[in-house]
C-alpha cells in the first residue's frame, strides 16, 4: 500500500532537504500555500489535500496528504511528520558520515594521482614530456636507460599508489553497501598476502626491517578484493610503525572452530591498554603514533577491521608490554576469516 502521506524535511544550514519525498512540484505548491508553520485544507492539482508544516530546533518539515482520514483529522498528519522530525537528526548524521567519506575518497584519490605523476617526473622532465610529441617517447626512452633502478624503484611506487587507489575505491564500495555472498569464494592465503606484500618490501628493506611471510597452503573463504584492501592497509600500518632493524614475521593457522587466523607479529609503536580497541574506532590514532608525528587521519585500522568484519571475521591486537628504554612493543595483530 502507497503511504498516503508524504514528508519532506529540512535544516536550517543545508541548502537542499534531509529527506524529500514530496515531488517538486507539489512543494512548490505547499510552501505558497502555508509559508509557515500550521496546517490547512486546500486543494493542490485539483485534489482535496492537507498541509501540515511544523519545525523543531533546526529542523522544518512539511507533510501533504489527499487522503481523506487526514483531511479530515490533523492529528494523523502531526503524529507522522513528529515521528519523522524525531529521526531527522539521526537521518543529518548519516548523511554527514557518507558524505564525510565521499571527500575523504576525492581527497585521497587526488592525492594519489600526484604522487604517480610525481614519480614519473622525478624520472625526467615535465616540459620535455609536454613538448614536441615525435620528442617525447625516445627522450623517455633515453631517461629510463640511463637510471634503471631509479625507474624499478618508480614503477614499484606507481603499483603501490594503483592498490592505494584501489584500495580507497573498494572500502568505500564495501561499506556504502551489502556484501553479496556470491563474492566469497575459496583463495590461497599467502597468494593474496604476497600480492600486497611485493609492494612494500623497499620500505621494508630500507628501515632493516626482516620481514618475512610464512609459506602455507591453506585457503580461506572471502570476498578477494575486501580482504586485499585488510591487509594492505595492515601491511601499510606496518611498513609506517615497525622499529628500524626489528623483525616482521607473518604466519597462517587453521583453529579447531573452522576459522584460519592470519598473525602479524611486529615491534611496532606500543599501543596503551585503553587504547587496544580505540585504535580500530574511525578517526581515532594512538598517543605514540601522535607524539612521534607519524599519525594520519585514523583510518587504516578501522577499515581494515570494517573489511574483516564484512566477510564475517575480526581483527584484533594483542598489545605487548614497551621494550625497555624505547616506544616500541612486541604486537601482534590477528586477522580472523572463514576457512573451508
Same mark, same amino acid.
Given at each position: 500500500?502507497?503511504?498516503?502521506?508524504?514528508?519532506?524535511?529540512? %535544516?536550517?544550514?543545508?541548502?537542499?532537504?534531509?529527506?524529500?519525498?514530496?515531488?517538486?512540484?507539489?512543494?512548490?505548491?505547499?510552501?505558497?500555500?502555508?509559508?509557515?508553520?500550521?496546517?490547512?485544507?486546500?486543494?493542490?492539482?485539483?485534489?482535496?489535500?492537507?498541509?501540515?508544516?511544523?519545525?523543531?530546533?533546526?529542523?522544518?518539515?512539511?507533510?501533504?496528504?489527499?487522503?481523506?482520514?487526514?483531511?479530515?483529522?490533523?492529528?494523523?498528519?502531526?503524529?507522522?511528520?513528529?515521528?519523522?522530525?524525531? =529521526?531527522?537528526?539521526?537521518?543529518? /548524521?548519516?548523511?554527514?558520515?557518507?558524505?564525510?567519506?565521499?571527500?575523504?575518497?576525492?581527497?585521497?584519490?587526488?592525492?594519489?594521482?600526484?604522487?604517480?605523476?610525481?614519480?614519473?617526473? /622525478?624520472?625526467?622532465?615535465?616540459?620535455?614530456?609536454?613538448?614536441? +610529441?615525435?620528442?617525447?617517447?625516445?627522450?623517455?626512452?633515453?631517461?629510463?636507460?640511463?637510471?634503471?633502478?631509479?625507474?624499478?624503484?618508480?614503477?614499484?611506487?606507481? /603499483?603501490?599508489?594503483?592498490?592505494?587507489?584501489?584500495?580507497?575505491?573498494?572500502?568505500?564500495?564495501?561499506?556504502?553497501?551489502?556484501?553479496?555472498?556470491?563474492?566469497?569464494?575459496?583463495?590461497?592465503?599467502?597468494?593474496?598476502?604476497?600480492?600486497?606484500?611485493?609492494?612494500?618490501?623497499?620500505?621494508? %628493506?630500507?628501515?632493516?626491517?626482516?620481514?618475512?611471510?610464512?609459506?602455507?597452503?591453506?585457503?580461506?573463504?572471502?570476498?578477494?578484493?575486501? %580482504?586485499?584492501?585488510?591487509?594492505?592497509?595492515? =601491511?601499510?600500518?606496518?611498513?609506517?610503525?615497525?622499529?628500524?632493524?626489528?623483525?616482521?614475521?607473518?604466519?597462517?593457522?587453521?583453529?579447531?572452530?573452522?576459522? =584460519?587466523?592470519?598473525?602479524?607479529?611486529?615491534?611496532?609503536?606500543? %599501543?596503551?591498554?585503553?587504547?587496544?580497541?580505540?585504535?580500530?574506532?574511525?578517526?581515532?590514532?594512538?598517543?605514540?603514533?601522535?607524539?612521534?608525528?607519524?599519525?594520519?587521519?585514523?583510518?587504516? /585500522?578501522?577499515?581494515?577491521?570494517?573489511?574483516?568484519?564484512?566477510?564475517?571475521?575480526?581483527?584484533?591486537?594483542?598489545?605487548?608490554? +614497551?621494550?625497555?628504554?624505547?616506544?616500541?612493543?612486541? *604486537?601482534?595483530?590477528?586477522?580472523?576469516?572463514?576457512? *573451508?
Amino acid at each position: 500500500m502507497k503511504n498516503p502521506t508524504q514528508i519532506t524535511i529540512w %535544516i536550517a544550514n543545508r541548502s537542499e532537504p534531509l529527506l524529500s519525498q514530496i515531488p517538486q512540484a507539489v512543494l512548490q505548491q505547499c510552501v505558497e500555500q502555508l509559508p509557515s508553520a500550521g496546517t490547512l485544507t486546500t486543494v493542490v492539482e485539483g485534489k482535496k489535500s492537507r498541509i501540515l508544516r511544523k519545525s523543531v530546533d533546526e529542523y522544518s518539515a512539511i507533510a501533504f496528504s489527499v487522503d481523506v482520514d487526514r483531511i479530515k483529522s490533523k492529528k494523523l498528519l502531526e503524529s507522522e511528520i513528529d515521528a519523522m522530525l524525531a =529521526v531527522a537528526p539521526t537521518v543529518e /548524521l548519516s548523511i554527514q558520515r557518507s558524505e564525510g567519506r565521499t571527500r575523504r575518497l576525492l581527497h585521497n584519490l587526488k592525492s594519489l594521482t600526484a604522487k604517480t605523476s610525481q614519480e614519473v617526473f /622525478l624520472l625526467a622532465q615535465q616540459d620535455r614530456l609536454i613538448g614536441n +610529441p615525435r620528442e617525447v617517447v625516445p627522450y623517455l626512452a633515453s631517461e629510463i636507460r640511463d637510471n634503471l633502478e631509479g625507474t624499478a624503484r618508480a614503477l614499484l611506487e606507481i /603499483l603501490k599508489h594503483q592498490a592505494a587507489q584501489k584500495a580507497e575505491y573498494t572500502a568505500f564500495d564495501r561499506l556504502s553497501g551489502k556484501l553479496e555472498k556470491s563474492n566469497s569464494e575459496m583463495h590461497d592465503v599467502h597468494r593474496v598476502l604476497m600480492n600486497v606484500f611485493y609492494l612494500f618490501f623497499g620500505e621494508f %628493506i630500507a628501515k632493516k626491517v626482516r620481514a618475512e611471510v610464512e609459506r602455507t597452503r591453506i585457503q580461506a573463504r572471502f570476498d578477494y578484493d575486501s %580482504i586485499h584492501v585488510c591487509i594492505y592497509y595492515l =601491511v601499510e600500518n606496518a611498513a609506517k610503525y615497525t622499529r628500524p632493524d626489528s623483525d616482521f614475521s607473518v604466519s597462517v593457522s587453521q583453529s579447531s572452530d573452522g576459522f =584460519v587466523d592470519i598473525r602479524f607479529v611486529m615491534e611496532s609503536l606500543a %599501543i596503551k591498554p585503553d587504547e587496544q580497541d580505540l585504535i580500530f574506532e574511525e578517526g581515532y590514532s594512538g598517543s605514540n603514533a601522535i607524539d612521534s608525528k607519524l599519525h594520519g587521519a585514523g583510518l587504516g /585500522l578501522y577499515l581494515a577491521r570494517s573489511m574483516a568484519r564484512i566477510n564475517y571475521g575480526n581483527l584484533n591486537v594483542l598489545a605487548g608490554l +614497551p621494550l625497555r628504554g624505547s616506544q616500541y612493543a612486541r *604486537n601482534t595483530f590477528v586477522l580472523t576469516i572463514p576457512g *573451508n
